[in-house]
């Protein structure tokens, strides 16, 4: 174990080099812990040694814990996971602790030892919970360097005293948007934030010029003073009860309830601002340990970063080579296809876009320029890098410069009579390794491809709107699919820098496979009489970003209507949801088609802005004079969908549970704390789930039947990620 080294200098300084050999940049292990603890110790030991200086061997200090390591440490912690966890925390605390006090005697606080940290760059997580513990922060004039904690985007929170000292150093109003909201910021940005203390041209000659001339009153901390009071102030102060009272409205506000990392959060900074440091570490580490054991944490750390990276990074791809595109050519310069030709453009792709009118195509590219302008006046892009995108992309009515393309992505009209017409007159025009996409939600691909010449190289791609923000591709192959077709695609999503999942070909797919029962559900219980009001929030109260009856108004209810004339035709006898329709065409006939048009499930004012749920659906969907308990309702709404994944998988049209649940998560936003549908289903258990199943089923119907794969893993009390694992084995 290297990953620590130190060097004393002859000048007394020791300098603590953090380089994590095989990483492009240093994460924190447990094996590490005690290499550090002994350098610690050697260099407060040692005459020589005036002070010391922690810094990276890599360009950035370091990314935080191996969230691989943290998704792993309740498993690891013993037969009484909860104490072996804790008492790890702990350790790491008294490693810090004795960082910080550096050999002060603790009855006058003086004699100890400077401690400075030099950070060449980026410092995320541990990676700035270690520097916290010294005495001061120096930080590289790095303006691409990112400084701060994001622990609460995966599920946790700053265990490693990170909460506790940032709170006392900052006060918890100043630190609420760092622990709280992840916030990052540049070093300048960390500086005026009081989060570090000065950005240098060179922090480790700084550093150690510091830690030679320190003296003992610019080694004690704040806390460690006596008549230490709390920036802003603690609870029971009069400012301090305020801005106690304002962050626990804003946090239940926000997270509904569902997240224990927030509330766990401001449950260790609240009880730690009422005791003396060193406790308020005991405390800390006794909110993280819970955090850490509940199952929320590992799910989300699992989906939201583990198996993410892993899909980012190709885990599905097939076996051949490299397929990075040099030129895209996008169809149809309509709100989608312009999207993606901002992506593409931004990832330093040669684009050409193409509509039937040269009109419509500078709209199209309007919308790239448009958003680049924004960039420059927010200074997250200079005007030179804006200009470079923008010109990347060639607006134009003409096919032929379409000819040494080697990607396509279709974006014209859901139609498969356009969609046909395009793809061959772009056959008539690209060379014979063009790989052509096509983009759609709901087109059976294997049909699309019938109008191609080269089937195999014919492939599904589902952006979802607005393509710029929305970081999930659905990937589509249909049944004549190549796996160059594949890995083009994949590489293609990846360039542009987001996370693919890849299906096969099948009705809706798989998101909007999910997603539409999602709706249905909500707009079934809609007219039982189930009030609109418990509907949409109980939806909310369990993890989803918007209610289904939102959801329906913003995606327009004449899409809606469309989508089931579509599928009733197809599936004749065997369509399931007439009693849905009902509602939908009435307000399709009302005129009632969303946010668009002014009036839907909601009503809206002249600006679009939401003014409440519509009486005019009230009226004619009276409320049930006994409504369902909330657990029912939130129920029905997670199980319609979890099923439906469960079906994609024993269907083989999922073919990895990894992207089940980071697709569900990324694609519709199936509550991120569950880790997605599968991992619910894993969370509350098989055994439960088919139970569950069958109550729902003589209660609602066969929609909610349990598969065959969950009622076999109920008898064998299995899970989905223990019997599939992370290599995403098919359920058939």
Not at 244 to 273: I, R, W
Not at 475 to 494: C, H, N
């Amino acid at each position: 174990m290297t990953d620590f080294t130190m060097e004393k200098g002859a000048d007394g300084v020791a300098v603590i080099t953090w380089d994590v050999k095989g990483k492009s940049m240093n994460v924190m292990s447990m094996e590490a812990w005690p290499l550090l603890d002994s350098l610690i110790d050697e260099a407060l030991a040692d005459d020589t040694v005036k002070g010391i200086v922690i810094t990276s061997g890599k360009d950035s200090f370091a990314g935080g814990m191996d969230l691989n390591v943290i998704a792993k440490m309740k498993e690891s912690a013993g037969d009484d996971p909860a104490r072996g966890l804790f008492e790890g925390i702990m350790n790491a605390h008294g490693i810090l602790r004795k960082l910080e006090r550096a050999g002060m005697d603790p009855k006058t606080n003086k004699g100890g030892k400077p401690v400075a940290a030099a950070l060449p760059g980026t410092a995320l997580g541990i990676g700035l919970e270690i520097p916290l513990a010294c005495h001061r922060i120096f930080a590289a004039d790095n303006p691409k360097a990112k400084i701060g904690l994001p622990e609460i985007m995966v599920g946790i929170f700053p265990g490693m005293g990170g909460t506790t000292r940032l709170v006392r150093k900052m006060g918890a109003m100043a630190a609420s948007p760092l622990l709280l909201e992840g916030k990052l910021n540049d070093p300048k940005g960390a500086m005026r934030a009081g989060v570090i203390d000065e950005v240098v041209e060179d922090p480790l000659a700084a550093a150690k010029d510091w830690v030679l001339a320190a003296k003992d009153a610019d080694i004690l901390k704040p806390w460690d003073a006596k008549g230490y009071k709390m920036p802003g102030g603690a609870p029971y102060h009069p400012a301090g009860f305020m801005t106690f009272v304002g962050a626990s409205a804003m946090v239940n506000g926000k997270t509904k309830g569902v997240y224990p990392a927030a509330k766990a959060l401001l449950s260790a900074v609240y009880e730690g601002a009422l005791v003396p440091f060193d406790t308020a570490l005991k405390i800390e580490a006794r909110w993280f340990t819970n955090v850490l054991m509940n199952p929320s944490s590992g799910a989300m750390i699992r989906s939201l970063f583990i198996n993410k990276e892993a899909l980012e990074k190709g885990a599905n791809r097939p076996d051949v080579p490299d397929q990075r595109v040099k030129k895209v050519g996008v169809l149809g310069a309509g709100m989608m296809g312009a999207g993606i030709a901002l992506v593409s453009a931004q990832a330093g792709i040669e684009v050409v876009l193409i509509d039937q009118k040269q009109e419509a195509a500078e709209r199209g590219k309007a919308h790239a320029a448009d958003y680049a302008a924004k960039g420059v006046s927010r200074k997250k892009i200079t005007q030179d890098k804006a200009d470079e995108m923008v010109a990347r992309i060639t607006a134009t009515t003409d096919y032929a410069a379409l000819a040494d393309a080697d990607l396509i992505v279709e974006a014209v009209f859901e139609d498969p009579k356009i969609k046909a017409e395009v793809t061959r007159a772009v056959d008539a025009v690209t060379n014979a390794d063009c790989i052509f996409t096509t983009n759609t939600s709901t087109l059976p691909i294997t049909e699309l491809a019938k109008a191609s010449k080269n089937p195999e190289q014919f492939i599904g791609i589902h952006f979802f709107s607005p393509v710029e923000k929305m970081m999930l591709v659905e990937i589509i192959r249909g049944k004549e699919t190549g796996d160059r077709a594949v890995a083009k695609a994949l590489d293609f999503v990846r360039q542009i820098r987001k996370t693919p999942i890849v299906v096969k070909d099948a009705r809706f797919f798989y998101a909007n496979r999910c997603i539409i029962p999602y709706i249905n559900e909500g707009i079934r219980m809609v007219k039982e009489g189930v009030s609109p009001a418990l509907i949409e929030n109980a939806a909310k109260l369990v993890g989803m970003p918007l209610g289904p009856l939102q959801l329906v108004d913003e995606t327009s209810i004449d899409l809606g209507a469309k989508i089931a004339r579509a599928t009733k035709a197809a599936m004749g006898d065997a369509y399931p949801d007439g009693e849905v329709d009902e509602v939908i065409f009435w307000m399709e006939g009302e005129g009632r088609l969303g946010r668009k048009a002014g009036k839907g499930f909601y009503d809206y004012d002249e600006k679009g802005k939401r003014t409440g749920l519509s009486s005019a659906v009230a009226r004619q969907y009276p409320q049930a004079d006994n409504q369902p308990e909330l657990i029912e309702v939130q129920h029905r709404l997670l199980f319609v969908q979890s099923l439906e994944a469960v079906r994609a998988l024993e269907e083989g049209v999922l073919m990895d549970i990894r992207e089940g649940d980071v697709g569900a998560i990324l694609g519709w936003g199936f509550a991120p704390w569950s880790g997605g549908p599968l991992s619910w289903l894993d969370m509350i258990g098989a055994p439960y789930a088919a139970e569950r199943c069958d109550q729902l089923t003589e209660a609602h119907g066969p929609r909610f039947a349990c598969p065959e794969v969950l009622r076999e893993m109920a008898a064998k009390n299995q899970s989905f990620y223990g019997r599939f694992g992370t290599e995403g084995a098919q359920a058939a």
